[in-house]
């Protein structure tokens, strides 16, 4: 068993201040007209588009291509927003490798799919960047008032459908600034120059949207009042909760959640003031563990080690996701399970793990252990719904919320969709999709 050592190694400014300018660039620069124009020549505009049909948003892709090709990034924007009114993140987040790429002809032909990702962001961002406003205008208002909990991707999605079709929203948020996961969930270099709120600004500027943060379920915000003051209410509210490893010394120093510590990373000034430890250890398989993994190697750990308990293929970061935390120097540790904390003197130093096998479709210890030394432990387990927040007034399903295919929930003035949501795909994009459908539904319901 390895020695762990005495104390924790946990500083900040661990590189030079130049080198978290490099390191949290962006990830995949914006095209430039001409390589745009390119890369949308090589679209073939299938008829069927399968592409399109792996949108969750179901965005008309070979539209959009043929509009850049065609010279018209404005026109090619409208028909994204069309559809996604968050494009231009999900340009940026969507893991475009697993959806509308992976069943690209091209991908299946020649193994180099179309870069829809990168035209959309390039449609998208020349929009922003030429016009103030969206292209769209809010209806003439019918009246209806309609509560918005949560201001993340569903919450905005539904939001901006509504105010087109001219009822008044208000948008709650339990965090003094707008955007969700957006703002405060992926990793930096997916996002930089202050994206995620510019997106925020765009989507608010249709008008009919009020925004009020500091407002959480739960605690000053009431189903039941809301129900009662308003003549729908969306929530999209998320996943407030982290799994816990279920652990002795959990509460000890450098035992911390990812969600949280990329929270922090993502509303940094100066990222040369974040510490992080020299030796750091994640537990979990899917795109957190991925992003906290690679940000804390970027911040200057000398050795990361995402830990998962089965084999890599099982994880649920994408191959790309994988491949981007090794080529960073991420080490990936398949077969291993958390089964205890090392620590002194209140920090955690170490962590121990069982070997563990598939045993005929069962995940099954080997009673063979390796203990990682480690500054710091991050939890990437998965997230929670915090059910007390909705008071027991709807039915839930493994711990999150029962909805029919019109996002409606056990409540017939009260639809539901994001990560809260039972079935949910945890994408940003399905989010997007949630929130337009329940708007729809909401609008319907409405003005019946």
């Not at 922090?264 to 906290?292: E, F, H, S, Y």
Request: glycine share 12%; proline share 3%.
């Amino acid at each position: 068993m390895t020695q762990t050592k005495a104390g924790p190694d946990i500083a900040a400014g661990r590189l030079p201040q130049e080198a978290y300018t490099e390191n949290f660039s962006d990830l995949h620069p914006l095209l430039e007209p001409h390589e745009a124009q390119v890369e949308a020549d090589r679209c073939y505009f299938c008829y069927d588009a399968p592409c399109m049909q792996a949108c969750p948003t179901s965005i008309d892709i070979p539209q959009f291509i043929r509009q850049i090709s065609t010279g018209n990034p404005t026109g090619s924007a409208k028909t994204i927003f069309d559809q996604n009114i968050l494009g231009g993140m999900c340009a940026r987040v969507c893991p475009t490798e697993t959806l509308c790429e992976q069943v690209c002809v091209r991908e299946i032909a020649e193994g180099k799919p179309v870069q829809i990702g990168q035209l959309q962001r390039y449609a998208t961002d020349h929009y922003m960047a030429e016009n103030e406003t969206q292209p769209y205008q809010r209806a003439a208002s019918t009246g209806k008032k309609v509560a918005v909990v949560g201001a993340g991707p569903a919450g905005l999605a539904c939001a901006h459908r509504l105010a087109m079709h001219g009822h008044d929203v208000t948008l709650f948020d339990a965090r003094e600034k707008a955007g969700g996961l957006n703002e405060f969930g992926i990793a930096s270099y997916k996002s930089v120059d202050n994206f995620a709120a510019r997106e925020v600004e765009f989507v608010l500027s249709i008008g009919g949207i009020e925004l009020k943060t500091g407002s959480r379920l739960g605690d000053n915000l009431n189903l039941a009042d809301l129900r009662a003051s308003y003549d729908a209410v969306f929530l999209g509210i998320g996943l407030g909760g982290v799994n816990a490893l279920g652990l002795d010394g959990e509460d000890k120093g450098g035992s911390l959640d990812a969600v949280d510590y990329i929270a922090n990373l993502r509303q940094a000034d100066d990222l040369g003031k974040l510490p992080v430890g020299r030796r750091v250890v994640v537990i979990g398989g899917g795109m957190t563990a991925v992003d906290i993994a690679v940000q804390t190697k970027l911040l200057g750990a000398d050795d990361v080690t995402i830990a998962y308990r089965r084999g890599q293929d099982r994880m649920n970061a994408s191959e790309y996701e994988q491949h981007l935390a090794q080529t960073n120097g991420v080490k990936i540790m398949t077969w291993a399970q958390p089964k205890a904390l090392v620590a002194a003197n209140g920090s955690v130093t170490g962590i121990e793990l069982e070997r563990t096998q598939d045993q005929d479709g069962s995940l099954t210890g080997t009673g063979e252990t390796v203990t990682l030394e480690a500054d710091m432990v991050f939890k990437a387990i998965g997230q929670t719904l915090v059910d007390t927040d909705l008071g027991g007034a709807l039915t839930l399903e493994k711990g999150r919320i029962v909805v029919n295919a019109d996002r409606k929930t056990s409540l017939d003035d009260v639809w539901a969709g994001g990560d809260c949501v039972a079935g949910g795909e945890d994408l940003t994009v399905a989010a997007v999709e949630d929130g337009k459908i329940a708007a729809e539904a909401i609008n319907a319901a409405l003005s019946a």
